[in-house]
């Protein structure tokens, strides 16, 4: 089954702590992105990829790292999150110029 | 740069009503259109899409949304909903041949019996 497959779904953190949200493809998408959703703002852009080794910031890029050393996957690193990185985020794939398949989410709280 | 503007944070509507959710978008070339739907504890899904062509886009589960380039809009409109429409529906736009996809902020349809 073509998906996309984000871990953990929920997690529960404390400030500074280093963690790491993986996202995995199965479908050799070339582009992968990560999206945070928050209450009244939509979806923004994190960061995103147009091929292995090649990542470029989005809109919300502080706090924030990534790497893409295989295709299929693309994490998502916080050095030290904060608070204000509680959110819902979401990885997404896809081929150039078709729709973005999305992950079911990992809801992140930093206390 | 692109924004999408939708214009209800909050749609209640009776089951069986038609129902449309309003969606506008500001970018200076020509655009790639998106509804996407997020059920509870979900990631999005994708609705429809407007790539070109014909203005009036059918997509899954009986909704459809109309390009109009004049307006700069693209409404989503459902003529009969039900209970398992509940949900939240994202608009979107992407530059033709770019990369960047822009969301809007979201409208939460909620179906009363």
């Known amino acids: 089954e073509a998906q996309v497959t984000q871990n953990p779904r929920y997690l529960i953190t404390v400030t500074g702590k280093k963690l790491t949200v993986t996202c995995s493809q199965n479908?050799?998408?070339?582009?992968m992105s990560w999206y945070r959703q928050d209450p009244g703002l939509g979806l923004r852009q994190i960061y995103y990829s147009m091929n292995v080794e090649v990542t470029d910031k989005g809109d919300v890029p502080e706090g924030y790292k990534v790497s893409r050393k295989e295709k299929r996957n693309f994490p998502l690193i916080l050095e030290s999150p904060s608070p204000n990185q509680t959110s819902l985020y979401f990885c997404?794939?896809?081929?150039?110029?078709?729709?973005?398949?999305f992950g079911n989410g990992t809801r992140l709280t930093v206390t | 740069a692109q924004s999408v503007t939708q214009l209800d944070s909050q749609v209640p509507v009776f089951e069986e009503a038609p129902v449309e959710l309003r969606c506008n978008y500001s970018?200076?070339?020509?655009?790639?259109l998106f509804w996407y739907v997020q059920y509870p504890n979900q990631g999005l899904q994708l609705l429809l899409k407007y790539l070109s062509g014909s203005t009036l886009v059918k997509g899954i589960n009986g909704f459809e949304a109309e390009f109009n380039k004049s307006q700069t809009s693209f409404h989503l409109r459902k003529p009969s909903v039900h209970i398992s429409d509940t949900a939240e529906y994202f608009c979107a736009v992407s530059n033709q041949g770019a990369q960047k996809l822009v969301f809007g902020q979201g409208t939460r349809l909620t179906i009363n019996p």
């Open positions: 997404a794939s896809r081929w150039s110029g078709s729709p973005l398949h």
């Open positions: 970018s200076s070339v020509s655009v790639y």
């Open positions: 479908m050799n998408h070339e582009y």
